[in-house]
């Protein structure tokens, strides 16, 4: 989102964030015997917002998510890709 972005849009984003962090830790909870891993969804919110920074480059640089920006998102670690 860039500067053209209302702070009310980017606090609702942000919020949309939150619970798809809280979704994907409980679901890794549900499926796996998870060791406690410190700030599990710290991390998990990080992860989300890089693939999100990965997505809208590719969305601002060609009115779309191109097939070489999600094997980027991909070929990182990440959760939210998987």
Known sequence: ???????????TD????????RMR????NQLFDMPRVPDLE???AIALAVSEG?????????KRITDAFIEESASNPNPFTM
Request: aromatic share 6%; net charge neutral; proline share 0%.
């Open 42 to 44: 710290l991390r998990l």
């Open 14 to 21: 942000m919020l949309g964030n939150a619970a798809l962090t």
């Open 54 to 62: 990965v997505w809208t480059l590719s969305d601002s640089s060609h």
């Open 1 to 11: 989102m860039g500067a053209g972005v209302s702070v009310q849009v980017r606090n």
């Open 25 to 28: 830790v409980d679901q890794f």
